[in-house]
Nanobody, 117 residues
Framework: QVQLVESGGGLVQPGGSLRLSCVAS????????MAWYRQDAGKEREEVAR???????HYSDDVQGRFTISRDNAENTVYLQMNSLKPEDTATYYC???????????WGQGTQVTVSS
């Protein structure tokens, strides 16, 4: 059973930074492409970054140059370092397997990121 536990969100001022973590279990993490997604109220969930099992990354245009996705396969953990945060980054952030390759049937609880002065 896939389990995902996200953490690290919070309230931060514009221009600030946060580092999100996600601990995964229930599947072969080290070979599984992973991604971070976000969803704000009234909007569809969108992918912001993804990383392959060997560390190749891709970012959405909205976060390119500001966010960095990484993973620690020994710890079954994927991270999202978010710098230069903007109010429009406010959302609930989720990690999951990369939906380019997997049908996603369940989500973790997510972690709330609020960027506001």
């Amino acid at each position: 059973q896939v389990q995902l536990v996200e953490s690290g969100g919070g309230l931060v001022q514009p221009g600030g930074s946060l580092r999100l973590s996600c601990v995964a279990s229930g599947f072969r993490f080290s070979i599984t492409p992973m991604a971070w997604y976000r969803q704000d109220a009234g909007k569809e969930r969108e992918e912001v970054a993804r990383v392959t099992g060997v560390g190749l990354t891709h970012y959405s245009d909205d976060v390119q140059g500001r966010f960095t996705i990484s993973r620690d396969n020994a710890e079954n953990t994927v991270y999202l370092q978010m710098n230069s945060l903007k109010p429009e980054d406010t959302a609930t952030y989720y990690c999951n397997r990369d939906r380019t390759y997997y049908q996603i049937n369940s989500w973790g609880q997510g972690t709330q990121v609020t960027v506001s002065s």
